[in-house]
Structures are given as C-alpha cells and as structure tokens.
C-alpha cells in the first residue's frame, strides 16, 4: 500500500513544527499515528515549560502526555518520576518504558522492587515519592517531571494525603503531569494546582474512543440499557419490564403484600396458627 503524498503546504507546516518544537517532533516520529488535539495542547504546555493537568476518557491516550514528559527529561538532561497509586500499573509502565528505551535507563521502585533506582527515569507508587520527599532522597537531584497517574486518588479517603503532600512539597522547579479519567471538577482542581504549583493548563476531552455501553440482564435475555449515543434514553423495553413487574407486585392476585394462611395483610391472618 503506498505512502499518501505529502502536500508543500504540509511539508512546510512540519518544517516549520520541527523549528518551535524539535523535542515534540523527534517525540511525535516515534509514534504511527497522529495525535489528537487534546495530546498537542498537553505537550505544548509542557514544551513551554507549564505543567498541565489532563481529563480525558479511559482509552484516549492520556499516558503519551505522560510519556512526553519522560522524553523532554531525556532530552534536557534531567530526571523524570513516572507515579502510579497500584504496583501492577508501576511494574506495567516500567516494562513499556524499557522496551521503548533500556534497562539503564529506567527503573523501578514499589514495596516489592527495588531495580535501578538511581535512574534517570524512575516509575514508582506515589508512596514510594512522598517518602523520598520527606526523607530528602538524593534522588531528587535534577528531578525536572514528575507524572502523577490516576492523580483523581487525591479524592481518596484513605490515601488521598499522598497526593496532597506529593503535589505541596515538590521542588518549585519540578513540572507536574497529573492524569486522569474520572477527576469530574478538572477547572476547580486546575486552579488548585496553580496555586500551590505554578502554571498549570488545564486538557480537558470528552470524546471517548472506546465507546462504553452498559447492559442489563432480564431473565434470559440481555438488554441496552440505552438507546442513543449519548446514554441518556433509557431502553423502552427495559422501561415496559418495569412497569408490568411493578403492577405483579402490587396486585392482590399475585400473593404478594398477603398475610400467612391467606388472610390480608393486616387482617390478622388467622388461617394456619
């Protein structure tokens, strides 16, 4: 299958691309296929030295802003901590972040391993962060990124402090990368993140590419729950169900709301005492 040609007027758009921003162009050709907006603005905003907080869908390729990140330490001479809140996310991202580079060049820390923590790219659960925080790690020195998955956990009862402490006392000059799929109040958290961190843009996208529809199973038949894209209309079907096993349950016919023995409910029931 041959190669589309390429147009002068993009020929030109990419020269003039790889002039601004020759980390995201070398970081871009390492991929085969085109970003989507919301991944552009995220790594522009890191290119021009913010840091940035990324809202977008499961499955919509939040993980390249943070891999952007890893790059442009690479390319600057610093260190990058790729974050995660569960060991089996850290131990997955070390082993796609070795394949893409080398065993020296990334390592990993959670309560289980210790592999090569000295570095320049460290994954590690965010534990594992905060007490490197407290403790002043030598390891710190020449942090420039820090990627924070799953960064909604800062909601967390339980561990959300992690978050906080990570996000407060971080070196001024350390970029943070926050990511998720589920933080509902991006703007209002953005605005946080400013305060205590600095520039901070905000990537919020709603398109989800890996459509999600949920199902309910009536007896032996399995239905949509909704109708329409958006998943506001509720299956009719679903809706007739209901309405005819709630009149079953209120009528007398049905036995139910009837006391033992046959009597009604209260009646008294004396039949079978």
Not at 70 to 93: D, E, M, W
Not at 145 to 169: N, Q, T
Not at 232 to 250: C, D, H, I, K
Request: glycine letters at 10%.
């Amino acid at each position: 299958m041959s190669t589309p040609a390429v147009s002068p007027a993009e020929q030109y758009a990419r020269f003039r691309e790889r002039q601004a921003a020759p980390e995201f162009t070398s970081f871009r050709e390492l991929y085969d296929f085109e970003f989507d907006r919301f991944q552009v603005a995220a790594c522009g905003a890191l290119t021009a030295g913010d840091g940035v907080l990324v809202a977008a869908p499961t499955g919509s390729g939040k993980t390249v802003v943070g891999e952007y990140a890893v790059h442009l330490a690479l390319q600057q001479g610093r260190k990058c901590f790729y974050t995660t809140p569960i060991k089996a996310l850290s131990n997955q991202k070390y082993s796609d972040l070795v394949r893409r580079y080398d065993a020296d060049t990334v390592g990993l820390l959670t309560g289980d391993n210790s592999v090569n923590g000295n570095a320049p790219i460290v994954v590690m659960t965010t534990e594992v962060l905060r007490n490197m925080l407290y403790a002043g790690s030598p390891a710190l020195r020449d942090l420039g990124y820090v990627v924070l998955d799953e960064v909604h956990y800062l909601a967390d009862r339980a561990r959300g402090a992690v978050w906080e402490e990570v996000i407060i006392h971080l070196p001024e000059s350390v970029r943070v990368v926050a990511l998720s799929a589920t933080v509902s109040n991006a703007e209002e958290f953005g605005d946080w993140l400013s305060q205590v961190r600095g520039g901070t843009d905000v990537i919020v996208d709603e398109h989800r590419p890996v459509p999600l529809w949920q199902h309910m199973l009536v007896g032996r038949r399995l239905y949509d729950l909704f109708t329409d894209d958006d998943h506001r209309e509720v299956n009719p079907e679903l809706t007739t169900l209901a309405r005819r096993e709630t009149y079953r349950a209120s009528s007398p016919a049905s036995g139910y709301g009837r006391g033992r023995g046959g009597g009604r409910s209260g009646q008294g029931g004396q039949g079978g005492y």
